[in-house]
């Protein structure tokens, strides 16, 4: 399904862009961590942490999303219909299918800071080594 508006095609490439990043490092780190698949309406990215036990951890998925109201995102960020500019700022949650524990912005839409961001809290709060 195409999007609707420009704007909503704009969130849709920022999204697509991150997911293909953050694919490749993880194909390239051969971690813990697995990018799914985009679903046709992708407003998210979902990154999983790959070991056996993760249904038993509080951290076993990060979610990643640019939100409309984020500064870097908004239409006075020129996210709108006349500037055409990619939002910015992705917001990162880490947790569970239904429970976000930890939150973390970024500014600048560096995917590898994202995934070090992830690797991070994998050691840290995921009970896992790298």
Do not use: C
């Amino acid at each position: 399904m195409a999007p609707h508006t420009i704007v909503e095609a704009l969130f849709d490439q920022a999204t697509v862009a991150l997911h293909d990043a953050l694919s490749d490092l993880a194909a390239a780190s051969k971690g813990p961590l697995t990018v799914r698949t985009l679903s046709e309406h992708h407003d998210a990215v979902l990154v999983d942490i790959n070991d056996q036990h993760r249904h038993l951890r509080h951290i076993n998925r990060f979610q990643l999303a640019y939100a409309k109201e984020t500064i870097g995102n908004r239409d006075a960020d020129g996210v709108n219909a006349s500037d055409r500019r990619q939002p910015t700022t992705v917001t990162a949650y880490a947790g569970t299918l239904h429970q976000k524990r930890y939150a973390a912005t970024f500014e600048n839409r560096d995917p590898l800071e994202v995934y070090e961001w992830m690797l991070r809290t994998v050691v840290t709060t995921g009970g896992l080594t790298i």
